[in-house]
């Protein structure tokens, strides 16, 4: 059975970091693209950052520069290393597990998400 | 970057059939894909590539995709059905290549 159990979510002040972690059970990590994907108090979703099987990454333009996703093959883990945070990041943040097939990307499971709060 | 237009919510009373729009210039060139997220709880997909059920997804869940709407329809609509639904494209030229839509709140009467 496939399982995304995320952690590391918190209250941080602005300019802050945290770390954010997506321990998966039921396949492997680093054979799958895998995304973060937060949704603000009352909002939708946003895309954050994908890390694909062969390692490339991306970001949203919101995020680029301040956030790193990376993963440890050992731990089965996905991360998600956010620094100089802002209030406009406070967000619930889910990690899912993408589909990409001839260029026709989606997420086939999600993580429960973890809180994180900006706020001094 | 690529934009999906939802109404932000439909009403729909127990028994009777729900259409979500999800609106995108020529979206019916992509793959839509839909998500549903109850209350303090994570999206679950419901409908990918327009019209395919993940297994354990009810037959009542179906979706189309044509010119410049896709559209989720869920029939003999249920009150556990109430919930936010997304939308959801990728596309190569748009930054994001992920998009969502900015979901609807389906409310069942």
């Known amino acids: 059975e496939v399982q995304l159990v995320e952690s590391g979510g918190g209250l941080i002040q602005p300019g802050g970091s945290l770390r954010l972690s997506c321990a998966a059970s039921g396949f492997t990590v680093s054979s799958n693209y895998m995304s973060w994907v937060r949704q603000a108090p009352g909002k939708g979703l946003e895309w954050v950052s994908v890390i694909y099987s062969g390692g490339s990454t991306y970001y949203a333009d919101s995020v680029k520069g301040r956030f790193t996703i990376s993963r440890d093959n050992s731990k089965n883990t996905l991360y998600l290393q956010m620094n100089s945070l802002r209030a406009e990041d406070t967000a619930v943040y889910y990690c899912a597990r993408g589909v990409a097939v001839a260029g026709i990307e989606y997420f086939d499971y999600w993580g429960q998400g973890t809180l994180v709060t900006v706020s001094s | 970057s690529y934009v999906l237009t939802q109404p932000p919510s439909v009403s729909v009373a127990p028994g009777k059939t729900a259409r979500i729009t999800c609106g995108g210039n020529n979206i019916g060139s992509k793959s839509v894909h839909w998500y549903q997220q109850k209350p303090g709880q994570a999206p679950v997909l419901v409908i990918y590539?327009?019209?395919d059920r993940p297994s354990g997804i009810p037959e009542r869940f179906s979706g189309s995709n044509s010119g410049n709407t896709a559209t989720l329809t869920i029939s003999r609509v249920e009150a556990g059905d109430e919930a936010d639904y997304y939308c959801q494209v990728w596309d190569s030229s748009s930054d994001p290549h992920v998009v969502f839509g900015g979901g609807t709140k389906l409310t069942v009467l």
């Open positions: 590539y327009d019209s």
